[in-house]
Nanobody, 122 residues
Framework: VPLVESGGGLVQAGASLRLSCAAS????????MGWFRQAPGKEREFVAA????????NYAVSARNRFTISRDNAKNTAYLEMTDLKPEDTAVYYC????????????????WGQGTQVTVSS
């Protein structure tokens, strides 16, 4: 399931961004999706995940109340709506698909996008 992220950019603190993750395979609608991020010199960390139906979601503590994960299976696309962005949110954001275990563990995902850079200035 090839994944392509978009929507990253350079914004000021307090701004909002919406990241998109487009899948080219219709089986996308049957599998869970996740968003991760990796800042320079740091390990990749879990941000949020959504079930195949979109009903169930999980968030990292850092994302709770500011980020919203969603999906539109008719468009084969998952989204990460980010509000009140902070400089510490600066990272490359990756979407991933088809976890074979705990959704917050990057090692469990079979498919990854190439990433999109998000930079938040203070």
């Amino acid at each position: 399931v090839p994944l392509v992220e978009s929507g990253g950019g350079l914004v000021q603190a307090g701004a909002s961004l919406r990241l998109s993750c487009a899948a080219s395979d219709r089986t996308f609608s049957n599998i869970a999706m996740g968003w991760f991020r990796q800042a320079p010199g740091k390990e990749r960390e879990f941000v949020a995940a959504v079930s195949g139906t979109g009903v169930s979601t999980n968030y990292a503590v850092s994302a709770r109340n500011r980020f919203t994960i969603s999906r539109d299976n008719a468009k084969n696309t998952a989204y990460l709506e980010m509000t009140d962005l902070k400089p510490e949110d600066t990272a490359v954001y990756y979407c991933a698909a088809d976890p074979r275990g705990r959704v917050y563990d990057a090692d469990n995902y079979l498919y990854w996008g190439q990433g999109t850079q998000v930079t938040v200035s203070s």
